[in-house]
């Protein structure tokens, strides 16, 4: 069998793979799905622990949600759809530095509102010691606290994530994938909330 | 053949010592950090085990040293009976985490599958430092409650609560346990990390021409390795967050009611579950066990091919199997609970999955073994090893038949029985696993040829002694010899005194047979003979870089494929194998079928 210096006729390269994928960055895309998959899982396992805890014993207490949470979920929706918005604006501007501010100023209002968010979280639980609520107080206050806590360090995660595509915008190197990337996770905290929101409601 | 990059490189090339050797972005580096790690642990949990198996042949020996690392534990050298279980924590966290998932894995992995595929590096470099030096941090943790008040937990690698989540159930009960905690969470955060970067880089980075069915057998089992590491991570570090609650803020998850210990009424917890840590620890620790075991399936898997110079009876079924391997692995964690106190009927359930996924594995082995017909078995260190490793999956995978049976598992299961299974099938064959791929991988990680002699004589040695070791325990455990014991001094199994201490002197003489290693590993970095590209006449593309490989591994090109992993004995052609990369058009595709 000879050997050729030239390569095999291109229908010798597997369908489906046309391109050299090295370093077109579709990685960021793959990796927030891996990791939500990672969180997914997570969350299932406490969730899972919950339902187990409380059908172990019959201390469950159950206690009244401090108001401040509905208005938390109202802002956290809020910021996904300034989230969207900046999406949009971002696709339809150049990537020049110097036409990005219709989206910039759309990713600040998801940025305040996270951090309304967290603040409002924190709000909660303070309301929530006041009342005497806490953490080792009875298995539904503690599951409430490792919910709410956990998942509002995911959302400081998105936050700095955000913080990083405003970087990446102003020094006009943003790649639409990243927004993307960086959009999705923070559509999940949403998503994630409103699930923890509506378990919590019918446990607690 | 290659093409030159037009792309910017991944990153760029690193300037100085800190960054090229200790935080390094480079995944070659990376990988020999965690095979390092993993040899650290690896000796210290040998050690571990030496001193255990000592104590219980010898229970009134004074060992040097030890009385002044722990004046409680071992008061004069003499270990006591809950330093002993203290001993055997430890031994089991540092081989569980730190080696079996650290080298196999994490280590080769991190080398060799970015090469494999044709990538310059991981998807997520600096993830993936994080990722060991997270694991790092967990590793000193752990190893710290080795120097604390009361000394390491002793409640197993398994730390059942309500032991593990009570401070005041005993020695090391204290500190150690919430080190112990905070160490396997960190562990977690590492692995999930790592997990993420390996299943990212297998799906977008593969080069061109490099399909999922041409990845070479080894990078199947890494990535499918990662798809369960990160689904059993993600559960583990719940379990040890709740755990560390339950220790630091009074929580009850998982210590119950009305429970005494050390005469004293534990009133500041009540209610909790302790079977719900168990269902949330196997949930991850059955697939642990695959994650220890299948990256070293696969390694052995690769450098088998090599050895018979040609490919397996069938790529596709052994990555299918692999993957049912690692399907079935979250199904069956139940069979470690048989003894829990769950209901019976879910026992039955447990049972059938188990004896199910010996079908997979039995299909791998007989592939295997089926491939060795007709092949030019090549011996050589690592042939032997990964042999090696056949026989320690088939002999300790016969034993999981019996204890998959709930019935034979209620005698069983508190026995030396389980100590010989799971040190067999998971432990002593991942280990294998690692040495045949250290003896395979070294000339192209350190650019020298390891001493073929002596690799032959660790072989041997090894082989032999692990033997001697693991299957007297399994005729222990069928008269009854139970485990966890510390002595059986004035027992009724006094008698089987004299196979104790067969098994120590075997495990003293096989932990020396592995000084042998060591020095041919150091010896052979850097005296050893300078290896050639592609020693092994392999194929896949580790072996058409240079060795050891440049910063960028292609050297700023980017391969192009054209073959599967495996053409070996291929008629006609101008060798007896074609590598993956070469142009060489070849009449036989041996897994396609569809060529006459």
């Known amino acids: 069998m000879a050997t050729t210096l030239q390569p095999p006729p291109i229908a010798k390269l597997p369908l489906g793979i046309r391109r050299v994928k090295q370093f077109d960055s579709e990685a960021p895309s793959t990796g927030v799905w891996v990791g939500l998959a990672a969180i997914t899982m997570t969350f299932a396992a406490f969730t899972s622990a919950m339902v187990v805890r409380q059908g172990s014993a019959s201390d469950w207490r159950h206690f009244p949600f401090p108001t401040i949470l509905y208005f938390n979920t109202l802002a956290l929706i809020a910021s996904s759809i300034t989230l969207q918005i900046a999406r949009h604006r971002f696709a339809r501007v150049d990537r020049a530095a110097t036409a990005t501010y219709p989206a910039v100023s759309a990713l600040y209002g998801t940025l305040v509102l996270g951090l309304a968010f967290v603040a409002g979280q924190y709000m909660a639980w303070h309301q929530l010691r006041s009342e005497g609520v806490y953490l080792s107080s009875a298995p539904s206050s503690s599951f409430f606290y490792v919910f709410t806590v956990l998942h509002a360090l995911h959302v400081i995660g998105g936050l700095l994530g955000i913080l990083y595509v405003i970087s990446k915008l102003h020094r006009g190197v943003l790649r639409r994938n990243t927004l993307d990337a960086a959009s999705r996770y923070w559509h999940f905290m949403a998503v994630l909330w409103l699930y923890l929101l509506l378990l919590l409601w019918m446990r607690i | 053949m290659s093409e030159v990059s037009t792309h910017a490189a991944h990153h760029a090339p690193p300037q100085g010592f800190i960054r090229k050797n200790v935080f390094s972005l480079d995944h070659k580096v990376i990988g020999k950090q965690y095979y390092g790690l993993g040899l650290l642990a690896v000796i210290i949990g040998m050690v571990l085990s030496w001193l255990m198996r000592i104590h219980l042949v010898w229970p009134n020996a004074a060992i040097p040293l030890l009385g002044k690392l722990s004046p409680n534990g071992a008061p004069g050298g003499i270990i006591t009976p809950e330093y002993y279980l203290q001993l055997m924590t430890m031994h089991g966290t540092l081989m569980v985490f730190f080696v079996l998932t650290n080298v196999p894995f994490a280590g080769f992995g991190n080398y060799f599958l970015p090469i494999q595929i044709g990538a310059e590096d991981m998807a997520f470099p600096r993830f993936n430092m994080m990722s060991f030096w997270v694991t790092f941090v967990g590793f000193c943790v752990l190893v710290t409650a080795f120097f604390v008040g009361d000394g390491p937990p002793l409640s197993g690698w398994t730390a059942y609560a309500p032991l593990s989540a009570l401070p005041g159930a005993g020695p090391g009960q204290v500190t150690g346990q919430t080190l112990w905690a905070i160490s396997i969470a960190i562990f977690c955060v590492g692995q999930l990390l790592g997990s993420l970067n390996f299943i990212t880089t297998t799906l977008d980075l593969r080069a061109r021409g490099m399909t999922l069915m041409r990845m070479p057998i080894c990078t199947w089992a890494w ?137 997979p594995a039995t299909i791998l082995t007989l592939i295997w073994i089926g491939s060795l017909y007709g092949s030019n078995l090549q011996i050589t260190s690592a042939s032997l090893f990964a042999l090696g490793f056949i026989s320690m999956f088939v002999t300790g995978g016969i034993s999981g038949f019996f204890l998959a049976q709930p019935s034979i598992d209620v005698y069983l299961h508190g026995t030396y029985f389980v100590v010989g299974h799971f040190h067999m099938v998971m432990g002593v064959a991942a280990i294998f696993g690692m040495f045949a791929g250290t003896y395979f991988w070294a000339p192209k990680m350190f650019g020298r040829m390891m001493n073929e002699t002596l690799g032959k004589i660790h072989f041997w040695g090894t082989f032999v002694g692990t033997y001697c070791i693991f299957m007297p325990f399994h005729y222990l455990g069928l008269v009854g010899n139970v485990r966890r014991y510390s002595a059986f001094v004035d027992d009724y199994l006094a008698p089987l005194m004299p196979v104790h201490t067969f098994i120590t002197y075997a495990a003293l003489f096989t932990g020396a047979v592995q000084l042998i290693f060591i020095y041919n590993l150091i010896y052979s970095r850097f005296r050893g003979q300078l290896a050639p590209d592609n020693p092994w006449n392999a194929t896949s593309l580790e072996w058409s870089i240079p060795s050891p490989p440049p910063w960028n591994n292609f050297g700023g090109k980017h391969p192009v494929v054209y073959h599967d992993p495996y053409q070996y004995g291929i008629e006609g052609s101008s060798g007896d194998f074609v590598m993956q990369d070469s142009p060489e058009q070849i009449q036989t595709v041996r897994d396609d079928k569809k060529l006459p």
């Open chain 2, 223 to 359: 990535f499918i390795t990662s798809c369960i590491g990160l689904l059993a991570f993600a559960v583990l570090l719940p379990a040890c967050i709740l755990l560390i609650l339950d220790r630091v803020a009074g929580t009850s998850f998982f210590v119950p009611s009305n429970l005494v210990v050390s005469d004293q009424l534990i009133t500041q917890h009540s209610g909790g579950s302790p079977l719900l840590w168990q269902h949330l620890f196997w949930f991850f620790g059955h697939p642990e066990v695959y994650i220890a075991i299948l990256p070293a399936a696969g390694i052995i898997s690769h450098i088998l091919i090599n050895s018979y110079r040609r490919p397996l009876l069938s790529h596709k079924v052994v990555i299918y199997c692999m993957m049912a391997i690692g399907f079935l692995s979250y199904m069956v964690w139940g069979h470690h609970m048989f003894l829990s106190g769950m209901n019976p009927f879910s026992a039955l359930v447990f049972s059938f999955p188990t004896l199910v996924i010996t079908i």
